[in-house]
């Protein structure tokens, strides 16, 4: 299947690891120019260097000004943006009860804004050239949450509820607005959280694994390429009429329906 994704240019936030990249890798592999950025600019030039036609640029998305900055390289290098991918890390595991009020700034400004900033500077640029597509990066806790991720249950809430809203608000400029929810994608986030759970409990770490995996109706963690497969369909010609949408990618593991 031809996704019509050659020529397309691609914005794709948190793109030096994990997700992002993943995401970044399939919508080179089909045709499109990719900026991508993270924090580290050495593995940023060197991951852009590896793919077909891409830039890497070193940012940190909770600086208010990165947005513009990304927006404006993306056009000073390739005249044209038609794709925005939100990926950033995940916030600081604890529970409810011991994470302070105060947490919840730093997680907003990691997970809220700088998705909201990309989307206001983006879509002018995409109304202009006829349509467009935006992807936010988010987590299957949305639908289920974690007890030791509240602020992540908490902050991802409120992309779904900007991808959803700003979703009906642009559908009749072409542009299509949707959520993706990996689940236990094998990246290093997902080790991170493995090793964490394996201190907290006396655990091994494989067992911790194990016992994920068993967990899955799948019997596995998702590949990062699975879950890049994912987002680059919608972004594709193919998903013109899926909007505001929350996708899980997950193995069957959500319970819910919805």
Known sequence: ????????????????????????????????????????????????????????????????DVPARLVDATLERFARLDIVVG????????????????????????????????????????????????????????????????????????????AKTLAKQVAGDGITVNCVMPGRIATDRIASLDKAAAAATGRSIDDVRASGERSIPAGRYGEPAEFGAVVAFLCSAQAAYVSGASVPVDGAALAGHW
């Open 1 to 64: 299947m031809d996704l019509g994704l050659a020529g397309k240019v691609a914005l794709v936030t948190g793109a030096t690891s994990g997700l992002g990249l993943a995401s970044a890798k399939v919508l080179a592999a089909e045709g499109a120019s990719i900026v991508l950025c993270g924090r580290r600019a050495e593995l940023a030039e060197q991951e852009a260097a590896a793919l077909p036609d891409a830039i890497g640029i070193a940012a940190d998305v909770t600086d208010p």
């Open 87 to 162: 990926s950033t890390g995940g916030p600081t595991p604890g529970t409810a009860l011991e994470t302070p009020a105060e947490a919840y700034d730093d997680a907003l400004a990691l997970l809220v804004k700088p998705m909201v900033r990309l989307s206001h500077l983006a879509i002018p640029h995409m109304r202009e050239a006829g349509g467009g597509r935006i992807v936010f990066v988010t987590s299957t806790v949305v639908r289920e949450p974690v007890p030791m991720l509240v602020l992540s249950d908490a902050m991802r809430m409120a992309v779904h509820g900007f």
